[in-house]
């Protein structure tokens, strides 16, 4: 999942910023069918699909890993524990008052 302190990227600007300059339809389908059963971390604002430098670096170590036949990167603890607190706040949304 995507931390709310990465910057966001469009798909274009993602596209852009890879070395191959992939087709945006190329990230579409990343994050839906993935490679080597990793897929592509996104999310949606606005109608728009977002990714991050971080997300592309994350899938490409993840994607590599497998390739290769080894297990991914391990998380490090800070990171399962964002990934703890992202999921907790998913879960259970503040309740607005009116």
Not at 11 to 16: G, N, S, V
Not at 61 to 90: C, F, L, N, V, Y
């Amino acid at each position: 999942m995507l931390n709310t302190d990465e910057k966001l990227l469009t798909f274009a600007q993602a596209a852009a910023w890879l070395p191959s300059r992939p087709h945006v339809a190329t990230l579409h389908r990343w994050r839906l069918k993935g490679v080597h059963g990793v897929r592509l971390e996104t999310v949606r604002i606005g109608g728009r699909r977002y990714t991050s430098q971080e997300a592309i670096s994350r899938f490409v170590a993840a994607t590599t890993a497998a390739a290769d036949g080894s297990p991914p990167p391990a998380r490090t603890a800070r990171q399962r524990e964002r990934a703890i607190r992202e999921a907790e706040k998913e879960l259970n949304p503040k309740k607005k008052t009116p």
